[in-house]
C-alpha cells in the first residue's frame, strides 16, 4: 500500500518535472532563435563577417561548435485615486536639516518610516581620432570586451528583456551596449571650492541658465553665486570666482531659471521663502512668503514664464505668479513635500514627491484629488523630474536609494536603477537624453543609461571610482548636466565642485 502510493506521489514529481522542463526547453529554444536572428542582422550590417555567426540548426539546440562561450523590478503599482488615508507627517517627523554640518542635508520622513534619448550629444574636449591603428583598435577591442565579461549576466538579462518585447529589440539594445561599452569614465575637467578648507560649505543646488552659459550655485552659506560656464572649462587652472553674488536670509535649498526672461532665477530657502532675484542687478524682485515651514524645491514653469512652484514641509504645494506676491493655487497633502516640478509643456500640471513614498501628479485646474499617485519607492521621494522635455516619462530619485522611471501613459515604473548610496540626504539629480545623473552618500556621482540598471560608470570626489564608503562625512550634495553635452557639474557637502565629462 505505502509502495503504491509512493510510487504515486513520485509520478506527479517527475510529470510536473517534465512539464517544468519542456517549458524551460521551450524559452531556450525561442531565446536561441532570436540570438541566431540577430547574428545574421548584425553580420549582415558589418563589413567584417563574425565568426560562427549563423547558429547551426544541426547541432545541439542550434547552438554552433565554433561560437566562443563567455563565461525583478521592485513591484510598482500606482492608484489613479487618493488613498482613503495618506501618512500623516508632524513637524517631528522630519529630520532637521538647518545646521552647517556636512551631514545635516537629510530630507524629511514621513511618520512611521527610516530615517532617512534620442538626440545627438556633442563632444566639447575630446574629439574622436581621424584614423585608428591595428594595435590601437585591439586595445579598444579588449577594453570593451573586459566591460562586457564583467557585466555579461546583466546584458543578456537585458537583451532577453528587450527582445521578448519588441521584434526591434535588438536595435534598442545594440544602442545600450555601444553606450555601455563606450562610456568608461569621468573626466576632471575644472574644479574648484565654493567655501573653503576652514569653512567647509553644503552645496544644495547647481543649476544651468537657459543656454547653459551661466552655472548659479547656492548651499547654505546662504550665498548665491553665478559663474560663467566657458571660463571654468577654458580655464581649470585659475581661480575661480563668481561673477555676481546675492545673499539670501537663509539657507538655499533650490534654484530655477527662468527659461524666458533668462537673467531671472528663483530659489527656495529654510524660512520657506522663495524669492526671485535678477542677476544682472543682483536685486531681489519678489519676495514670496506663505509657506510655514521650510520651503524644499521651487521650479518655474517653462510653458508659463509667470508661473512657478514651490513646495515645502508645510506639507503645501504653492502656485505663484510673478504678478502677484500673493500664491493663486494650493495643493494641500499630508506629507512634507521634497520636490515639485512643473510639465515641460503645460501650466496646469505638476508632479512632486513627498516623504509619504509617493509621486503626486495633479492637474491644477483640479486641485482636490491627484490625477495619479505613483506608488513603488520605500522611502521619502526627493526629486521628480520630467525626461528631456518629454511629458510621459518621468524619472524619481529616493532615499531608498534607488532611482525609477516610470511611464505615465501606463502609469507604472518602467525601471528601476540601484547602485548608488542614498538613505538620508538630498543627492542631486539630473538627466541628458538617455543618460541620468545621480549622488550618492559615499562622495561619488554616478551616470545609469535608460535600460541598463546598474551605474555606466561612477566617479568619486577622492579620485578613484568607490563602491564602499570612503568619507563617510561627505557626500556628493548636487548634480547638474550640461544640455546636450557629455559635461555634468557635480558639488559635494565640503564645498568641492566638479566639472566632469564622460569618455
Not at 560562427?52 to 513591484?75: K, M
Not at 517627523?93 to 551631514?103: G, K, L, N, Y
Not at 561619488?444 to 578613484?464: D, E, H
Request: hydrophobic residues 35%; negative net charge.
Amino acid at each position: 500500500m505505502d509502495f503504491s502510493i509512493n510510487s504515486k506521489v513520485l509520478f506527479e514529481f517527475l510529470q510536473n518535472t517534465c512539464i517544468e522542463k519542456k517549458q524551460e526547453l521551450e524559452r531556450v529554444q525561442r531565446e536561441l532563435d532570436w540570438v541566431r536572428q540577430d547574428l545574421d542582422t548584425i553580420a549582415k550590417r558589418t563589413a567584417v563577417p563574425l565568426r560562427g555567426h549563423a547558429l547551426s540548426a544541426a547541432s545541439p539546440l542550434g547552438v554552433a561548435q565554433d561560437v566562443p562561450q563567455i563565461g525583478n523590478d521592485t513591484a510598482a503599482s500606482v492608484s489613479a485615486v487618493p488613498p482613503t488615508a495618506a501618512p500623516s507627517c508632524s513637524p517631528g517627523d522630519s529630520i532637521p536639516i538647518a545646521t552647517d554640518e556636512p551631514s545635516s542635508l537629510e530630507l524629511p520622513v514621513a511618520a512611521g518610516s527610516q530615517p532617512a534619448g534620442s538626440g545627438k550629444r556633442k563632444f566639447d574636449q575630446i574629439s574622436p581620432p581621424s584614423s585608428v591603428s591595428m594595435d590601437e583598435e585591439s586595445a579598444i577591442v579588449k577594453v570593451k570586451r573586459k566591460r562586457m565579461e564583467h557585466r555579461i549576466g546583466d546584458l543578456q538579462k537585458c537583451y532577453f528583456d528587450l527582445r521578448s518585447k519588441s521584434s526591434h529589440g535588438i536595435d534598442d539594445f545594440s544602442t545600450r551596449f555601444i553606450k555601455f561599452t563606450s562610456l568608461s569614465n569621468f573626466k576632471l575637467v575644472s574644479s574648484f571650492n565654493c567655501g573653503g578648507d576652514s569653512h567647509p560649505c553644503i552645496v544644495t543646488n547647481l543649476a544651468f541658465d537657459r543656454d547653459c552659459r551661466l552655472l548659479a550655485l547656492g548651499g547654505v552659506s546662504k550665498e548665491l553665486k553665478i559663474y560663467e560656464f566657458d571660463h571654468l572649462v577654458a580655464h581649470p587652472n585659475d581661480l575661480h570666482f563668481p561673477c555676481q553674488e546675492m545673499r539670501s536670509r537663509a539657507k538655499i535649498s533650490c534654484l530655477s531659471w527662468n527659461k524666458y526672461v533668462t537673467p531671472h532665477i528663483a530659489c527656495s530657502d529654510y524660512d520657506g521663502v522663495v524669492t526671485v532675484w535678477d542677476t544682472s542687478t543682483a536685486q531681489a524682485l519678489l519676495l514670496l512668503e506663505e509657506h510655514e515651514k521650510r520651503a524644499w524645491s521651487v521650479d518655474f514653469c517653462r510653458a508659463d514664464p509667470t508661473r512657478l512652484a514651490s513646495g515645502s514641509d508645510d506639507a503645501q504645494v504653492k502656485i505663484w505668479s510673478t504678478k502677484s506676491v500673493k500664491s493663486v493655487a494650493t495643493i494641500k497633502t499630508r506629507a512634507n513635500v521634497c520636490c515639485v516640478q512643473f510639465s515641460p509643456t503645460s501650466a496646469q500640471h505638476v508632479a512632486f514627491g513627498s516623504a509619504d513614498h509617493v509621486i503626486h501628479l495633479y492637474d491644477l485646474r483640479s486641485t482636490k484629488e491627484p490625477l495619479a499617485l505613483l506608488r513603488g519607492h520605500n522611502k521619502a521621494v526627493s526629486y521628480v523630474q520630467f525626461m528631456n522635455g518629454s511629458t510621459t516619462d518621468v524619472v524619481s530619485a529616493s532615499t531608498d536609494s534607488t532611482l525609477k522611471l516610470w511611464d505615465l501613459n501606463k502609469w507604472e515604473c518602467r525601471q528601476t536603477f540601484t547602485g548608488h548610496v542614498n538613505e538620508r540626504n538630498f543627492v542631486g539629480l539630473a538627466q541628458n537624453h538617455d543618460l541620468i545623473f545621480c549622488g550618492s552618500e559615499n562622495n561619488s556621482v554616478s551616470a545609469y543609461c535608460i535600460g541598463l540598471p546598474w551605474p555606466l560608470v561612477s566617479y568619486s570626489f577622492s579620485g578613484t571610482c568607490c563602491q564602499e564608503y570612503d568619507e563617510p562625512a561627505q557626500f556628493v550634495s548636487a548634480v547638474t548636466a550640461k544640455t546636450d553635452t557629455d559635461l555634468v557639474v557635480a558639488a559635494n557637502s565640503a564645498g568641492s565642485v566638479r566639472v566632469l565629462q564622460l569618455y
